[in-house]
């Protein structure tokens, strides 16, 4: 069974960076599918980011340019540097994964979630 753990949420000025990290266990990250989700109040669940297991990334286009993906094998950990934040960024970030066995990057939901980071820009 996998776990998801985050960290890194915050408050931060508008303009300011925050490094959101998502530590695995019950499985190494180079075996799993792993998304960045966030949830404002009102708003549906939307994927902000995501990293394969061979390191292909995906962005929103909502992020693209100030947010990047990336993950330390030796950690077990993905990371989400989120820069240039604008309190539209303001959500609850979650992490997800699913096992890239067999399954095409972005093809299939995923199983496994964290309980989520605030994350509040002002």
């Known amino acids: 069974h996998v776990q998801l753990v985050e960290s890194g949420g915050g408050s931060v000025q508008a303009g300011g960076s925050l490094t959101l990290s998502c530590t695995a266990s019950?499985?190494?990250?180079?075996?799993?599918?792993t998304a960045w989700y966030r949830q404002a109040p009102g708003n549906d669940c939307e994927e902000v980011s995501s990293i394969s297991s061979d390191g292909t990334t995906y962005y929103a286009d909502s992020v693209k340019g100030r947010f990047t993906i990336s993950q330390d094998n030796a950690k077990n950990t993905v990371y989400l540097q989120m820069d240039s934040l604008t309190p539209e960024d303001t959500a609850m970030y979650y992490c997800?994964?699913?096992?890239?066995?067999?399954?095409?990057?972005?093809?299939?939901?995923?199983?496994?979630w964290g309980q989520g980071t605030q994350v509040t820009v002002s």
């Open positions: 997800a994964a699913g096992s890239s066995r067999g399954v095409p990057f972005r093809e299939r939901g995923y199983p496994y």
């Open positions: 019950g499985s190494t990250v180079v075996a799993l599918h």
